[in-house]
DNA sequence: GCTAACTTTTAGACGTACCTAAAACTGGTT
DNA sequence: AACCAGTTTTAGGTACGTCTAAAAGTTAGC
């Protein structure tokens, strides 16, 4: 009789064995996240994106491991296995889906759901996961932009590129906004009427990192280049 | 700087100080429930009901009495403090609002609610709880006929008693079912047309801890003693 | 190719929440 | 009053997820 399960099965293993997996969730959900930007990642970018010291994400990543959720060298880095994967587009769905139900069912704004989501995520069953995508008619993308990974694990892809990196004369849609930006740059984004969806033209980029000149919905608009940096674009 | 805070302040501490104080919340939940039956409460109770072993409830009391949480004395029992009384409320309110949402807003079955409004209770912030208080216009119970704390921590009185305790002729309201009975039990109950608000009359109680006849809107129901303590009413 | 600076891992510790097993206490019987 | 049965507490151990501090490994400059 081992003393732990060999490798989680999907989501439901939460209510089934009745264990709290909540840690194991949150490092898989992040591993997933830093690797879009850069895998294989190191035990100390989980640790920054994570909060926590290095020694802690470290022996994290060794429990992970141990679980077959993900690989791992010393020294070298850190990938999701398929296992892994699973868990964490779960997670990532059932959070996106309920910022959505917050904003759509409850008349939350889109800049105060992102931590009720992270305690709500690791708590949902199939069963409500089901009846809240229902309820939303099956939705593809959070309010964030963020597209939500299909039960099949499936994610659409977008070519986001940063609204910074576009050149004057450039017609784009925002596409989404990291959900972890802070709720002040969120409320200020919104006051621009940077949200997803919206499109826009860009004016001049003056050099040396100074700011952008936007024409959004006929009103021009100046951002500096690290809330350009904040906000993603689709070329149009 | 002390460890650790002295008296829990109530509900919002969870978002506040970033700990999970879901086992803290679950026993001060389990206490309440067992004051309303017999007051003081033996930490045997406690462990019986929180399905651990005897020290394992002693431990946890005694942790409960240095946050100031409940009253105890070794070898008499357990009761809950103000501070106590006032967590375990809002957990109890939460639960039960939630409860009442996945029904009313999301069309699940009232016999199969309890297990995922038992994760879904401890994080729950002020604000959502308030938004879903809303949605469901400030409701005073919730579909297993519990009342629902108001956030004042009054509690509507009902003076249920057990429908086996019940003389024949003794016309009664089906007031709550426990909502911890199995959901067989529950789907059996609702069978008989017995759910909150019913109302029956009992014909006949067959000695020796024999079965109850019941005149449930004009259908005779037997049902046995065990089903009978399941179900509380209050006598019309 | 050596060394300094940095990153990563290891080692040992702590608090939570559980366990098992043994000790201490309680209340009722003789 | 002493014993017995049952309850309750204590003592010591485990897994998780974090910490700090020290050791080991990697990379870059010279």
Redesign the pocket.
Known sequence: MS??IETLSLGSSRQRDGL?????EDYLKTIYGLEQEESPV???RIAAA?E?????A??????LHKLNLVNYE??YGVTLTDAGRDIALEVIRHHRLVELYLIEALGFGWDEVHEQADLLEHVISEKLEERIAAALNHPEFDPHGDPIPGKDGRVADLQNLPLSNLGPGTRAVVSRIPDDADGEMLRYLGSLGLTPGQELVVCEVAPFDGPLTLDVDGAQQIVGRRVAGAVLVRRI
């Open positions: 003393p732990e709290n997996h909540q840690a194991i190191s035990t100390s994570r926590v010291k290095p020694g802690s470290t022996s994290m990543v060794q429990r010393k020294h």
